[in-house]
């Protein structure tokens, strides 16, 4: 199984002290922790896109870009771009820059996005999120597989064979699509063809009839469904025992729910957080034994070919999100690799 990390760069404010990181902070932060999961071993870089305040991360392709040159082997992509407010165009020129400057790393996941700020912002209408995201779809497809293009839009403009350029440095530049826990987006990824990821916002058991709907509707449209990619992630932090991973990351964990969510929860209680760090649930903070039991309940679940772990949310401090992630990659990716015979 491929491992990964992703982060959506929050600024949240630590709940004693009431401060926050600054954005210039963070992105240093960010850049830090990529290099060493490229030192590590890991194989992916996923950076999510938000318009407010309370996040650091609006422009994600200009920091994959900036750490293109600090890492050799890390996949680098989005987690996710929200297309339904991108201009695709734009959005796979600025991709295509990254493959050629990463020597052919570059990957895309565009997802539909939980946060509604971006409509607004760049004057798009709420009435038409599933459309815009279906239609843009649609478009960067084309524009992937063609140099020259022609493209009649309803939503997005018209392309009457124009050259599309720089071209990626990979032959297929990849693009999965995001989803929560939507069906139809299942369906359509399916439909599609293409590699999917999920996040995984509860345990594995709600998504397996949805992975199972993916595969289902690839196999309708002429897809080879068992050569698809699944990828899965969700919120992670380990720690050496399971009492101090609790102890040490609920509080940041309070900060994210309580602060940085599409709507923020006015207090995020302890009995909460340890229910859902138990056996089937979809919090996977604990000591590597039990992550790893988790991971593998998510495979033998889904199938998946892939793992991100979002790090670093809500406050936690650098060093603690560092020796998470080197957990993951020495202690933890091994041995979920040996059982499942990936090794």
Not at 276 to 296: A, D, F, N, R, Y
Request: no cysteine.
């Amino acid at each position: 199984m491929d491992f990964g990390i992703f982060t959506f760069g929050e600024l949240s404010r630590n709940i004693s002290t009431g401060s926050a990181r600054s954005p210039q902070q963070r992105l240093t932060e960010i850049i830090e922790l990529a290099k060493l999961a490229d030192q590590a071993g890991l194989g992916f870089l996923g950076l999510g896109e938000h318009h407010r305040h309370d996040f650091a991360l609006s422009a994600p392709e200009i920091v994959l870009a900036a750490i293109a040159r600090e890492t050799k082997n890390l996949r680098l992509g989005t987690a996710v771009t929200v297309l339904s407010t991108q201009d695709p165009v734009r959005l796979f020129e600025q991709f295509s820059t990254l493959d050629l400057i990463s020597d052919g790393r570059a990957e895309i996941i565009v997802g539909r996005g939980a946060f509604v700020e971006s409509y607004p912002l760049f004057g798009h209408r709420l009435e038409d999120y599933d459309e815009l995201f279906d239609e843009k779809l649609g478009m960067l497809l084309e524009l992937r597989d063609n140099a020259v293009v022609d493209w009649n839009g309803r939503l997005t403009q018209n392309l009457a064979g124009m050259d599309v350029a720089p071209r990626p440095a990979q032959a297929k530049l990849p693009v999965w699509v995001g989803v929560g826990g939507t069906p139809a987006s299942f369906a359509r990824a399916g439909r599609l063809g293409l590699p999917l990821f999920v996040a995984l916002l509860s345990g594995p058991a709600r998504f397996r009839r949805l992975v199972e709907l993916y595969r289902q509707s690839a196999a309708d449209a002429g897809h080879d469904a068992a050569g698809l990619q699944v990828g899965a992630g969700g919120h992670f932090y380990a720690a050496p025992t399971s009492q101090q991973a609790r102890d040490t990351f609920y509080p940041h964990y309070r900060a994210y729910f309580e602060q940085n969510m599409p709507r923020p929860v006015d207090h995020f209680p302890r009995a909460t957080f340890d229910e859902w760090t138990e056996p089937g649930g979809g919090l996977l903070v604990g000591s590597p034994q039990q992550v790893i039991e988790k991971l593998l309940e998510i495979h033998a679940t889904l199938g998946n070919s892939r793992y991100l772990a979002q790090i670093g949310l809500g406050s936690l401090p650098f060093a603690e999100t560092a020796r998470s992630i080197e957990l993951l990659a020495t202690e933890i990716m091994p041995a979920v690799n040996r059982e499942i015979g990936t090794a």
